[in-house]
């Protein structure tokens, strides 16, 4: 069609997009416009708030590499990540779930772990921890599920942003018992502010948000006939639970993390943590996610 005003733009590329033949695409590209070019409507932007805007996309891509993914980051602090985890979970987010979102950070191919066995791959500071859990679907146990674990050190940072840091350090995977259980020995983990080197550091700046994460471990929960679970449980004491800057925190989420009286069973001589913990699976597809960095 001729377009002759601003308004038959819009009418005119979904024109162009309506003989897409799967419809699955045609949807989403439809959508997409519809959305795109109201918004565009709504916020009039200039020619150069145009580029600028463009030029920001243009900085997530150029900002990733195998060990960091802007993009990741940048719909986490949008609350993107979590709104798609949320709508995927829990009755379509109708009620609470136990999922989380799974950030930047994690590596497929963490070291196979047997169940009761250490995190701590070399020199690690801070309080110890042992994570007693238990893998469940309708209550009843799930067996030799593979369950990968990993998480920041008490410094604030996970192994692969540390130069020169034991490799996969803080990091394992697991398989669950005949109970459905496992267990795992770390390091506690402190929260962190996410990296804002890139777009994203550039949006919480104009924003005036802080950059940081509560305190957590991270967990995927993988078994055939079982929606995969990818979790985070939070420390409970921790200042930022309810200002996390990619919104992961439900309260299903908060970890009982209790201080023993016991000096930690490593000889380290550092305070000991405990936290027992249950996952509750969901009907549905297992599938791994893609790994956001090598
Ligand atoms: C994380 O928990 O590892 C994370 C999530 C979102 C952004 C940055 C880090
Ligand atoms: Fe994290």
Redesign the pocket.
Known sequence: MRIETEADVTTAVLEAMSRTPDPRVRHVTQALVRHLHAFVREIRPSEQEFEQGLEFLARIGQAMSPTHNEA??AS??LGI?TLVCLLNNGDGGATETAAA?L???WRDNSPKTEDGGSLIRGETRGPRLMAQCRVLAGGAPVADARVDVWH?SIEGF?ENQVEGAPEMNLRGQFRTNAEGRFSFFTALPAGYP??THGPSGDLLRAQLRHPM?PA?L?FIIHKEGFKTLVT?VFIDSDPHLDSD??F?VTSALIGDYRRSEEPAPDGSGEDFYQLDYAFHLEPGEARLPLPPIA
């Open positions: 990741v980051l986490d602090v990540s979102l950030g930047p950070f920041s996970y996410i990296p994460r957590h991270h985070q800057v990619v992961g």
